[in-house]
């Protein structure tokens, strides 16, 4: 028979042999799409498919840096991030008002997630009429602002359940040490919901990154977004896929790095027992 | 034009008496001054924005509905329940939600159990974790616009691999039109979509496990309890207030699904897979029936609201 | 000897001499302006007006953009000292960012791009300015009656107004391999089996005898008879097209819907019924794909735009923004002419408009007069990237196009002969709602439902948006619509 050892090597062995397939699964597309960015008109649409390039040559990604349309990954960049971080700020605070003082009962929690029922394409036009009013039409605050909005509702939401997933007992403690409330916030609850709010920040700015018809509508020349941008590829009489999946890869490449070196906050193996002392 | 300023001015009146209302809710907590006060500061920043941007369109979508404006008529005089009435006899509004509906209720499912178990292999250690996690979230970051094109050209019979595999594992030379055949499209369409968000449950609930305490777990190691009684009795109860509140979530959104059904078949054939956004779309945004999706999107704030209260009040959050 | 001097000191004969020549000079002078081209007239204006300031255009996004950022836009910058920004929007989307910011009353638009079947709704819900005052006051009428016919007489007005200039002959050309159709041993065979020479279809039914017959013969060196793109929001042209060709007419005298007559039928059941000797998956053929297919040699007939023919000719093939077109074998080898049923869909193409809400009217007017006057806008046709095909007569006959590629001339010409004969797209009030249930029916249509039952579905449909919009109202517009010459096959 196996000893523990072996059989754990076994497991893990398992273990990683799962991951690789669910990966390449999860992946192939995006090595599709990748694979377009070096290929030559001919290769997309050569008859059998080319699984990959002849040679991989970069012209794509001069000419997007060029025509400065890698600027546009730049503005959602711009975009996403600043609405991403005053919503995790903002939607943190609330959200812990929500999940320890039960502020506004149930009726205010469920007027925030109803904000999320509401279908974009209805909203989009009165929220232009309200921009042009504002004069926030083509600018990165009014843009700012309604991503911010946006995620709102899915921030407080998502980070009302990890903040109640911590136990209160660590927060009456810490009052107790003599903490004033705010510093119960910083050095216990957002430590302690690191994970939960790693992963909501990441949503949270996938979300505004990805919104295609309010950057459609309330912006025109600008503060052209990434999405918005690849849609001027697709057209009526042209295609033109290098540049759509060489922006593709410009946007995806950050975030991946991204995650990769903030993965850690998200599994277990850190240190979380200390804090929980 | 004129209209729609004045319009806009009156609904902004209203939005400062709502505003009023929805603040002053009963006090249920028996704290002192102080904390009161704290626990309002905390939410009046968000509630502050949530109402500049939220109140607006909602007010504007309840007077437009009642209005009759299309694309040929700005007159703003109030027609009644027209709308609301026209609603329920279009059968092609009420396919599209059922086509909606059949979406969610499929692709949830799968996204949850997918994301959990994924969630579940990461857990612990492995080799190269910080990559696979990494890689794993891509798909969700492709835009859906795009990620919609990609599969469409995938699923492409003479330049896309899709077939070509299907080929080769079957021997079978006949042209799979994906995003034609009637009985492929929804498959094509779920694949695409549960391709591109089973990350979101992975790391949401990767989050979530990681959380769980794990002196709980080693103890029922030590009582020799099996790996499902553990999960059952110990881990699923820890990650409930997150798994329902990401269910809720993309819940909600996969009932907003636009994008990749639009890049793949834009609704069709006919209007199979016409989802009642791409309805919304297309009777809002390219034929300016303004007033009727006013109606058309207050309809289905008000089904999902009941809906989700429902499911709420059936689900317990807190502990 | 007459004394003239006695006569030029008569105070009113001074007087009256001097009248004359004033007179004479002005006559001369304004002889000289009115000959004076278009382009020089708005230059000239422009540069009066809106020296330094910014004009605002929605454009097409993508190629079609090329045009305004590499060349018209600077071009007017340096001449006129008008700057001009250009709006780039989603072919999809252009539409709905007129109206909307029409409707929002921003102005941000000083002037646009518009398809013209959607003029009749743009002008109804007054988002076009009339342009007729414009025109009289620069002096444009002279050119713009150098617009192709076709496109002039059915792209131009609304209400015998002028909202736009036509600015880009979209017409549906019919492609085919010459060297195919002049293959002895092909021509031998299809003669001895069908009893009438190999050579471009002239009806529908040949179509489909040719193509079927090649597919035959050649599949084995892996070239199709023939490829269309199939793709709904291709194929509502082509029904359009091949609809009236075939003796349809969309509604009868009391504005009832009668595209599920017979004709309708067997327009949909031969249609798909060629696919069977089409690429597999044609079915999903969309522009850039049955362009690939034919570039690439693997397909003897198709039908497009004019972009098609530039692209095989291999025309300027090395120009970056054209590397996303896949490299043409067949340069040379490409016959032009009118599809079957002689009767083209002059499918989509682009007016230059000026929108009623802009605060700077005259100065886009100039723009879009510089831009589409003759000496301008031959020179935009001939653009390598651009997507603005030849509309103006002057186009179809400039010797300089003739030489760009060797079979030019012939493509000119059919081109030409494409736009005498020309079939207009349906052009309503809500058009919109029209095209979609013809989206919806092709669609169906590839999806193997019956055609009968997909074209009394669209009927209905038809029925109830005329209904909608007032029977009497959509007749109206309909009778003068069906009056244009390009309406229907004569």
Known sequence: MLTVSQRQALKTGLRVAIAVFITILFLFPIYWLFMISFKTADEIYSFPPKWYPGQIHFDSYIVLFKDGDAETVWNSFVVAGSSTVIAMFLGTICAYSLARYKTGGEHLANWIISQRMIPPIAVVFPIFLLFVWLKLVDTYLGVILLYTAFNLPYVIWMMRGYIMDIPRALEESALIDGCTRWQVIWKVVFPMSRAGLFATAIFTFVFAWNDFIFALVLTRSEVTTYTVQVTHYFGGQSNFWAKISAMSVLGTVPIFIAVAFMQRYLVRGMSLGAVKG | MRDETERLQAALLFCLLADAKVISLPDTSRADFSERNFKYLLVAPAIFVLLLVGVFPLIYLLLVSFQGITMTETATDFIGGENYAALLDDTRMWESLMHTVIFTVIALPIELVLGLAMAQLFLDKLPGRQVFIALLVLPVVVSPIVSGATWSLMFNHRFGPINQIVEFLTGNDSAILWTINPSLVYPAILAAEIWQWTPFMFLLLLAALANVDKSQLEAAAIDGAGWWRTFFRIVLPAIWPVMAIAVLIRGLDLFRLFDIVWALTKGGPGTMTETISIFTYVKGFQQFETSYTAAVALLVVVLLSIVVMLALKRVQLSR | MKDHSVVLRRPGLRKGLLLSIVTASALALSGAAAAQSAAKTAVEAAKKICAGKTITIVWEAGLQSLDPTQFSGPLWEKETGCKVKVVEVPTAEMFT???????????????????????????????????????????????????????????????????????????????????????????????????????????????????????????????????????????????????????????????????????????????????????????????????????????????????????????????????????????????????????????????????????????????????????????????????????????????????????????????????????????????????????????????????????????????EVTKKVGVEKQKAVYDAWAAKSGAYPK
Do not use: C
């Not at chain 3, 009339?130 to 209400?159: C, H, W």
């Not at chain 3, 003669?191 to 040719?210: G, M, V």
């Open chain 3, 97 to 463: 960012k007129i109206m909307q910011e029409f409707r929002a009353g921003t102005g941000a638009y000083d002037a646009l791009n518009v398809i013209p079947a959607w003029m009749p709704d743009l002008v109804q819900a007054g988002a076009l300015e009339q342009l007729d005052s414009y025109v009289d006051k620069y002096k444009f009428r002279d050119e713009l009656k150098g617009i192709a016919p076709t496109y002039r007489d059915n792209q131009m007005t609304v209400n015998g107004k002028i909202y736009g200039f036509p600015d880009d002959g979209d017409v549906f050309v019919f492609y085919y391999r010459k060297d195919i159709f002049a293959r002895a041993d092909l021509k031998k065979a299809f003669k001895e089996k069908y009893n009438y020479e190999l050579a471009p279809p002239k009806t529908w039914k040949q179509f489909d005898e040719i193509g079927s017959f090649l597919t035959e013969k050649l599949k084995s060196e892996g070239i199709y008879g023939g490829s269309m793109f199939r793709e709904p929001g291709y194929g509502n042209f082509m029904f359009q097209e091949r609809f009236r060709t075939e003796g349809g007419k969309f509604f009868d005298s009391n504005m009832k819907a009668t595209i599920n007559s017979a004709v309708g039928v067997k327009v949909l059941t031969e249609w798909r019924a060629e696919n069977r000797f089409m690429p597999p998956g044609v079915e999903k053929f969309g522009f850039v794909e049955n362009l690939a297919t034919f570039l690439k040699g693997q397909s003897a007939m198709t039908m497009s735009w004019p972009p098609y023919g530039r692209f095989a000719a291999g025309y300027l093939a090395n120009e970056k923004a054209l590397d996303w077109v896949p490299k043409s074998v067949i340069a040379g080898k490409v016959g032009y002419t009118l599809p079957p049923g002689g009767h083209p869909e002059l499918a989509a193409g682009f007016a230059l408009s000026v929108a009623s809400t802009s605060k700077q009217k005259e100065a886009a007017y100039l723009f879009i007069q510089w831009l589409n006057s003759e000496e301008i806008s031959t020179k935009r046709v001939k653009l390598p990237y651009a997507l603005r095909d030849p509309f103006r007569t002057s186009h179809f006959k400039d010797p300089e196009y003739a030489k760009l590629w060797p079979d030019a001339k012939d493509y000119l010409k059919a081109l030409q002969a494409g736009a005498d004969t020309g079939l207009l797209d349906l052009s309503l009030i809500q058009t919109d709602k029209y095209e979609e249930a013809i989206r919806q029916g092709v669609s169906r249509l590839w999806a193997g439902e019956d055609p009968k039952k997909i074209l009394d579905d669209m009927a209905k449909q038809w029925d």
